[in-house]
């Protein structure tokens, strides 16, 4: 995979991730479910960033950024807390994988952009009940 390759999945990956946050989030309570809506707003901020960073990144190299889709499918259940942790917590290793060929198919500067957003990913899956990983997104 090219780099240029590996950079535009990454952020049709974010993308795809900014608009299930989103979704995600507003299924969630503030009130009842405080402490799954405060990391849900936390990974959409994040999400966010990444995207707007890899579209610079992108540009920079001359190319244009991949657009996103104009929808995305959304898990079947998203109504308990359990539930919208779960949608979350898939999305994170999805999104995991994506860094995780970003890494492999990066050098100098970029490369250690890739590892410490593939690092942030890991640490948001334990936030969502995931188990620790050796290599997140290696699998």
Known sequence: MKTIDALQAALAGEHAAVYL???LGAQASSSRQHALYAVLVDAYREHRRRRDELTVFI???GAVPVASDVTYDLPAQMTTAAELND???QLERRIAKTYGQLV???AGAQRRWALVALNEVAVRQVEFRG???MFPGSH
Do not use: K, R, S
Request: aromatic share 0%; hydrophobic share 35%; net charge negative.
């Open 59 to 61: 540009h920079d190299l």
């Open 104 to 106: 492999e198919n990066t």
């Open 131 to 133: 188990t620790p990983e």
């Open 87 to 89: 949608a979350a917590l």
């Open 21 to 23: 946050t989103g979704v």
